[in-house]
């Protein structure tokens, strides 16, 4: 059987309600992860890998390409966190309230964690080349992804990133603003 990226024991931790994860409990598999996932990201800001997903939530890994923010985007109901593995990331919030406001902005290292809570809405960049850990909790399913630039709300195929899929059949749903 393939070894599995992560042991078992750890995406117990990752996903546990209860748990505190540290950053130095996902560090040392890197280097693995690194060389058997995810693609340089081309015309994406990231690439994306699940590597594990059940009934508590999903895990997924990201290589970032430099310097390309994301479009900014929820989490649908889902809470959890973010583990910066490798890279200076920029993180900026929004609100929305018929129209897509920004309220701040903050630079964050790596190695670093910080969590997110429901509804809020986000994008990110990383400086750099850069790679990051993503825990979901439940799986994200019917994500919505802001587009400033054509004022509308999009919301995306569960497979998709957080950018507008070039597929029009991962367009579940538009709204204008
Ligand atoms: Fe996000």
């Known amino acids: 059987m393939e070894e599995p990226y992560l042991p078992q024991k750890l ?5 546990s309600r209860h748990s505190k994860v540290q950053v130095s409990d996902v560090l040392r598999y890197v280097e ?9 990201p081309f015309q994406t800001p990231y ?15 990201m290589r970032w390409a430099k310097n390309v923010f994301c479009n900014p ?20 919030d929004y609100e929305f309230d018929q129209t897509l406001v920004r309220n701040g902005s ?7 964690i910080f969590p997110f809570e429901r509804n809020r809405i986000h994008d990110m960049k990383c400086m750099d080349e850069g790679y990051s850990l993503h825990i979901y909790k439940p799986s994200i399913t019917g994500m919505k ?5 054509r004022r509308r709300t999009l919301c995306v195929d569960d497979s998709c990133g957080a950018w507008i899929p070039n597929d029009a059949y991962k367009i579940l749903d ?4």
């Open 32 to 40: 693995r992860l690194k060389q058997n996932l995810c693609l340089n």
């Open 47 to 61: 690439s994306r890998e699940v590597l594990f997903e059940d009934e508590r939530g999903e895990i997924l890994f």
């Open 145 to 149: 992804v802001y587009d400033l630039e």
């Open 174 to 177: 538009v709204q204008f603003w």
């Open 11 to 15: 995406i117990d931790k990752l996903l």
């Open 106 to 112: 903050r630079k964050v290292s790596s190695p670093g």
């Open 73 to 92: 985007h929820d989490h649908a109901s889902a809470v959890g966190y973010v583990v910066l593995l490798e890279g200076e990331f920029v993180e900026r």
